[in-house]
């Protein structure tokens, strides 16, 4: 079955305190990427990835950081995490024809 | 550059009722689009694809959309509603090309009324 997995689901954590959303897929997609969700404004791309190795950035790029040293994995970091980042972050593979794959979405509240 | 409006952040149907959402995209070149939805705490699934098949693309759970390149819309519908088509909706566009970025559109949040 084609999957995308994130972790954690939920996180509360406090400003500044690091913290690492993994994810996994298992279709050897090339292509992955993150995106945050906000009420009213959709889903807007933070990076991406071409394949391993190469990362790049996308509309919201500011205060993430992601790596790609397996196909399989692309885990988002924030290094020092705000307030404004408390949102609804989605890792996504994407094959061929542009088809997106979601994982099931991580919960991020900062304080 | 890509781009996509949703009319309508929220729509309301009665239960058996069509289910109309509407979605226009611009785009320089031929596009693919998509609707996903979104149920409540899940992440996003597809619904349907058009990528310059047929006009009229049909989906999951009897829903359709209709790709008008004279009107630059890909309106989404559904005859009948039914309450577990309660969700959010997003339409999205990408460059006819595989792995080119996909923008998505701000969503419809669609409720149905018993």
């Keep these: 079955e084609a999957q995308v997995t994130q972790n954690p689901r939920y996180l509360i954590t406090v400003t500044g305190k690091k913290l690492t959303v993994t994810c996994s897929q298992n279709m050897n997609h090339e292509y992955m990427s993150w995106y945050r969700q906000d009420p009213g404004l959709g889903l807007r791309q933070i990076y991406y990835s071409m394949n391993v190795e190469v990362t790049d950035k996308g509309d919201v790029p500011e205060g993430y950081k992601v790596s790609r040293k397996e196909k399989r994995n692309f885990p988002l970091i924030l290094e020092s995490p705000s307030p404004n980042q408390t949102s609804l972050y989605f890792c996504a593979s994407q094959g061929a024809g542009n088809t997106i794959y979601f994982g099931e979405g991580s919960w991020l509240t900062v304080v | ?114």
């Excluded at chain 2, 694809?49 to 759970?61: D, E, R």
């Design chain 2, 1 to 114: 550059a890509q781009s996509v409006t949703q009319l309508g952040s929220h729509v309301s149907v009665s239960e058996g009722a069509l289910v109309l959402l509407r979605c226009n995209y611009s785009s320089s070149v031929p596009p693919y689009l998509f609707w996903y939805v979104q149920y409540p705490n899940q992440g996003l699934q597809l619904l349907l694809k058009y990528t310059s098949a047929a006009t009229l693309v049909k989906g999951i759970n009897g829903f359709e959309a209709e790709f008008k390149k004279s009107e630059t819309s890909f309106h989404l519908t559904k005859p009948s509603a039914h309450m577990s088509d309660a969700a959010e909706y997003f339409c999205a566009v990408s460059e006819g090309t595989s792995y080119d970025k996909v923008i998505f559109g701000p969503g419809t949040s669609l409720s149905v009324i018993p």
